[in-house]
């Protein structure tokens, strides 16, 4: 059982309006002198706001300045965040979408395609040399492909270049 006094709060009051011991009423002070749970509460919050008191005068605040640069800091920071979040969300959906479309070209390409592709494929590494001629491995892959591949290495560059170029 939890014992309570009804004069905790008077007790409570005086100590953090620092009234305690020499600016309160007598009978207050009469009244912790008799009761053990306010005596306690006197020691405790006492020592607490002792404590306040201490760390709040051996704190040190910064310059008004490294205040201002850091708050300015920040806020490049949450505007960059901001601003990617868009770009990722289109990567992503960039991303998606040429799974999707990859997965339909395969599919929309017979089945026949694929073991003509994979048994040419298969000729020219047993009939060449070690490192095949790119010639040959270029003649085995569709045209289409050939042109994907080098417009993607040739505006890759371009497009980072712009991604990451500042103004």
């Not at 306690?40 to 205040?67: C, F, K, M, N």
């Not at 300015?72 to 479309?101: H, K």
């Amino acid at each position: 059982m939890i014992a309570e006094c009804e004069r905790e709060q008077d007790v409570l009051d005086a100590i953090a309006a620092q009234r305690w011991p020499a600016r309160c009423e007598e009978d207050l002070r009469a009244h912790v002198k008799a009761c053990t749970l306010c005596t306690d509460l006197v020691d405790v919050a006492s020592a607490l706001v002792e404590e306040h008191e201490t760390a709040y005068q051996q704190a040190r605040l910064p310059s008004p300045g490294i205040v201002w640069w850091r708050a300015q800091l920040r806020a490049r920071e949450e505007d960059a965040r901001a601003a990617v979040r868009p770009i990722a969300f289109i990567q992503g959906i960039a991303a998606s979408v040429a799974v999707w479309l990859v997965v339909t070209l395969v599919r929309a390409v017979p089945a026949a395609t694929f073991v003509a592709w994979k048994d040419r494929i298969l000729g020219l590494v047993h009939l060449s040399p070690p490192v095949p001629n790119l010639a040959h491995v270029a003649a085995a892959i569709p045209g289409g492909v050939l042109l994907a591949v080098g417009a993607a290495l040739l505006l890759a560059p371009l497009a980072i270049y712009f991604a990451v170029a500042e103004d």
